[in-house]
């Protein structure tokens, strides 16, 4: 696999950290997908937002946990033709220039071809959705709408959530995977060229919420992503969050200020059957707590959406 070298990601204005001591890494036997460890909080001059580059055309942006505690991961990909980001941060950040510097980078190395960015969401919640006014007002931006029918008339779902839509950047064509559960809205966005599943709150190193009444909607995502699974290789799901440690089932308090010894991004296909196994347990009740070493499902009270 390319990775974008640091003096690339330098070239686009981009702050990175220095890697990590060996002595850190997670204890997992798969190599980590990032050359370089996430900013956790324990570092006072993180930078807000930082980088990495899975390849020339795909980059993992993280909020700094000082600015909001949700500390979320967000997905820019581009293809020939356009530039797809995934969430726009929560609460605090400032994504847009950092998306800007980027998107200049790359075109850049094409010419000058500025692509039109589309901005979705791996689902609706205010930690995902926090700058999408400024991106309303990025020229050559579109923002696709926070409802299930706004996300499935835009990639063209017809059948909501069962069908799984697939949508081209140009030569590289991507799967929407409509996984509600979480939240009504929620997908998953799998791109075969990096064989990478963009897992949202759905499934991540954390706390996966469910609300009860949606329990068996997340069942039946999981069900369906399942089976998704099977006939497409997946090496890593990238969720929105890491509220883990490295300790197997331990995770931070909420709204903890800093994440040291925090579990990787990147889960093992192996945990979308071990979440699916998990979520058939009688889990009908709020405040279930299902621990798992790698995260552990919650359940909380109905929720309108
Ligand atoms: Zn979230």
Redesign the pocket.
């Known amino acids: 696999m390319r990775k974008l070298t640091k003096a690339a990601i330098a070239a686009a204005g981009l702050a990175t950290l220095a890697p990590a001591a060996a002595a850190h890494a997670a204890p997992a036997p798969a190599p980590t997908l990032f050359p370089e460890r996430w900013i956790d909080g324990t570092n006072g001059a993180e930078p807000a937002v930082q980088v990495q580059a899975l390849d020339a055309d795909t980059f993992v942006l993280r909020q700094s946990v000082h600015s909001n505690f949700?500390a979320?991961f967000l997905y820019l990909l581009f293809g020939r033709d356009k530039a797809l980001l995934v969430d726009s941060g929560?609460e605090g950040a400032r994504i847009v220039p950092t998306v800007d510097a980027l998107i200049a980078a790359w075109s850049a190395r094409h010419g000058g071809k500025v692509p039109p960015l589309i901005v979705a969401h791996?689902?609706s919640?205010g930690?995902?959705v926090a700058t999408d006014a400024a991106f309303r007002a990025r020229p050559g931006t579109t923002v696709v709408g926070l409802k299930p029918a706004d996300v499935a008339a835009f990639f063209g779902v017809r059948d909501w959530p069962r069908d799984i839509a697939s949508f081209d950047l140009g030569g590289r064509r991507l799967s929407i995977i409509p996984t509600p559960g979480h939240q009504a809205a929620a997908i998953m966005v799998y791109d075969p060229r990096l064989k990478i599943l963009l897992s949202?709150?759905t499934l991540y190193p954390g706390r996966l919420y469910v609300p009860v009444n949606f329990l068996a909607d997340d069942r039946a995502s999981l069900d369906r992503l399942a089976a998704f699974a099977r006939s497409h290789p997946i090496r890593a799901a990238l969720g929105?969050?890491i509220e883990m440690t490295t300790s197997p089932g331990k995770d931070y308090g909420h709204e903890a200020p800093a994440h040291p010894d925090e579990h990787r991004l990147e889960l093992p296909p192996t945990q979308i059957a071990e979440l699916r196994a998990g979520l058939r347990a009688l889990l009908d009740a709020p405040d279930i707590r299902q621990v798992h070493d790698h995260f552990i499902i919650v359940t909380v009270p109905p929720r309108a959406e």
């Open positions: 949700e979320p929560a791996s689902h919640h930690d995902h949202g709150d929105a969050h």
